[in-house]
């Protein structure tokens, strides 16, 4: 099982960057998929998942970035996106992704670095 | 300000026996399953504990946990060097509709 983040980079406030969570080793459309961040000395913050199409490919997403930020999937490519809007300075930190299974996040990506400043 | 409330750090000596706490409440521990995350900076967090006191295949048996009502724990005997990062607690909230995690636990292997 691997994951790989991607797409993470320095970008100014109120612009746009889409992060790639790109999977192998099992079968992606079976699970769901999680993104979590770490902001410079903080700890783990919950970002949103994405469930499988068999429980309705549905989302949810933490407070801080509702109505900013998009999770999305393609099951073909066994691709995780995190469509990212409106970025704030506070946005700033490394975004993990994460396989959703029945025992919780058991599997994660190295994660990737984004920068928000102007 | 987390809803899961860690102590920052704990530090013990090699060989001894730590315990990590996390204070929840009726809408995230009392009444969903708890999971732990072992967190060494730079590395990808790692899953150390699933269903409250679950070790996943693979995860040495001197990692322990429970819970009780809103609270939970994690233990880890014969302490290690190896030992030495950040510990999270995390459970699904029903208030704010997502999960949570705790604050994080350095813990120093002295």
């Known amino acids: 099982v691997q994951l790989m983040e991607s797409g993470g980079g320095l970008v100014q406030p109120g612009r746009s960057l889409r992060l790639s969570c790109r999977t192998s080793?099992?079968?992606?459309?079976?699970?769901?998929l999680s993104w979590v961040r770490q902001a410079p000395g903080k700890g783990l913050e919950w970002v949103g998942f994405?469930?499988?199409?068999?429980?309705?490919?549905?989302?949810e997403y933490a407070a801080s970035v509702k109505g900013r930020f998009t999770i999305s999937r393609d099951d073909s490519k066994s691709i995780a996106y995190l469509q990212m809007n409106s970025l704030k300075t506070e946005d700033t930190a490394v975004y993990y992704c994460?396989?959703?299974?029945?025992?919780?996040?058991?599997?994660w990506g190295q994660g990737t670095q984004v920068t928000v400043s102007s | 300000q987390s809803v899961l409330t860690q102590p920052p750090s704990v530090s013990e000596a090699p060989r001894q026996r730590v315990t990590i706490s996390c204070s929840g409440s009726?809408?995230?521990?009392?009444?969903?399953?708890v999971n732990w995350y072992q967190h060494v900076p730079g590395k990808a967090p790692k899953l150390l504990i699933y269903h409250d006191d679950q070790l996943p295949s693979g995860v040495s048996d001197r990692f322990s946990a429970s819970k009780s009502g809103p609270s939970a724990s994690l233990a880890i005997s014969g302490l290690q060097s190896e030992d030495e990062a950040d510990y999270y607690c995390?459970?699904?909230?029903?208030?704010?509709?997502?999960?949570?995690f705790g604050g994080g636990t350095k813990v120093t292997v002295l």
């Open positions: 994405i469930r499988s199409k068999a429980y309705g490919g549905t989302t």
């Open positions: 994460s396989r959703d299974s029945l025992l919780g996040y058991d599997h």
């Open positions: 009726s809408s995230n521990i009392a009444n969903h399953a």
């Open positions: 995390a459970a699904w909230d029903d208030n704010l509709k997502g999960v949570v």
């Open positions: 080793g099992f079968t992606f459309g079976e699970y769901g």
